[in-house]
């Protein structure tokens, strides 16, 4: 099990290093540049044009490696891990749809927020329903630390995993903020769902795709770490954002997405307690601006201005001390 694993991650770190090799420069041939936001940190502006939908470096070196090692697990009728990926690809698809709108329109806007959030509902509930009819996921949620399971009406579980899910895709789309923010955020949640292989051998072909896209991010952090050479753009950030949901969901545990993806939680709330506070009060905030990570970089609360590289670091520690305590909390599930 452990040379699966592991060659995933290796495999898929490879791909994705070579594959940046190439499609850097030809994205920079397409003028394929991010257009950054008018109203973010002005420090940012300089970081128009570098080229985005980086995403698609990660995508393909997870592919080839699930591909690879994951034959051992389809061999034995075990198709979960392409299921995944295909899930998390169809999310991609949405996000490269946003993304070439933005480039199209050389503006920050894509999808309007209706369209999206209707593609990736939809995508939602049909996910649920193919691992429901194929006995990957049962009607029930799993307590973490408790080791309780409470079965759900089929109804409200369709209902708590299209929430779950959406909401997941958007809180890691919001991470996506500084130079390798939430690359650095997923590779610990990553490494957390292929540790749990190691607890539930019939859970081997999760771990090759959790390995395997964990290793797919450290090869792009080799161009995404600050100064970002590339961006994975809504393609990357929706993907990786589908691909957390759905390992979180096919090992049955949906609820530790609240320790585990803490950051993608605190992103998210800073951002809906910021646009909520401002209509209520006409105009007051509460964070010098938001999603969170742009809060800390304008000195808010301590004084201090974090750079981009001291985010990654705080993000990515923090991200494993999570990743340390969900695996704690779920590691007597198995027994």
């Known amino acids: 099990m452990t040379i699966y694993i592991l060659g995933a991650f290796i495999m898929s770190f490879l791909v994705t290093s070579i594959v940046g090799k190439f499609i850097i420069p030809w994205l920079v041939k397409q003028k394929a540049g991010q257009v950054i936001k008018e109203n973010g940190p002005t420090w940012h502006m300089s970081k128009s044009g570098t080229p985005t939908m980086g995403g698609v470096m990660f995508i393909v070196g997870t592919a080839v490696s699930i591909v690879i090692f994951g034959l051992v697990a389809a061999k034995k009728g075990d198709f979960t891990h392409l299921f995944c990926f295909l899930f998390a690809l169809v999310f991609g698809a949405i996000g490269f749809v946003d993304d070439y709108n933005k480039l199209k329109k050389k503006q920050n806007l894509g999808l309007t927020s209706g369209a999206k959030f209707a593609l990736q509902l939809l995508v939602s509930v049909v996910f649920i329903f193919i691992m429901r009819r194929y006995g990957v996921i049962t009607a029930s949620v799993y307590i973490p630390f408790r080791q309780a399971v409470i079965p759900v009406p089929e109804v409200l579980f369709y209902i708590f995993a299209a929430f779950v899910i959406v909401g997941t895709v958007n809180a890691v789309n919001i991470t996506d903020g500084v130079d390798g923010l939430v690359t650095g955020a997923s590779i610990p949640v990553c490494i957390f769902f292929a540790a749990l292989s190691f607890l539930w051998v019939s859970k081997l072909s999760l771990g090759i795709f959790a390995s395997a896209l964990a290793g797919g991010l450290a090869g792009f952090l080799i161009y995404n770490f600050h100064p970002a050479k590339v961006f994975m753009g809504d393609t990357g950030s929706l993907f990786l954002g589908g691909a957390i949901a759905a390992l979180a969901f096919c090992y049955e545990m949906p609820v530790i997405l609240l320790i585990l993806g803490l950051l993608y939680v605190i992103e998210t709330l800073s951002d809906i307690i910021q646009v909520s506070y401002y209509k209520l009060s006409h105009g007051k905030r509460v964070f010098k601006m938001a999603p969170f990570h742009h809060h ?31 695996y704690l909390g779920v590691m007597n599930r198995f027994i």
């Open 296 to 326: 800390l970089e304008m000195g808010g609360w301590t004084g201090k201005k974090w750079n981009e590289k001291e985010l990654f670091l705080l993000y990515f520690i923090v991200s494993t001390v999570c990743a340390v305590i969900s």
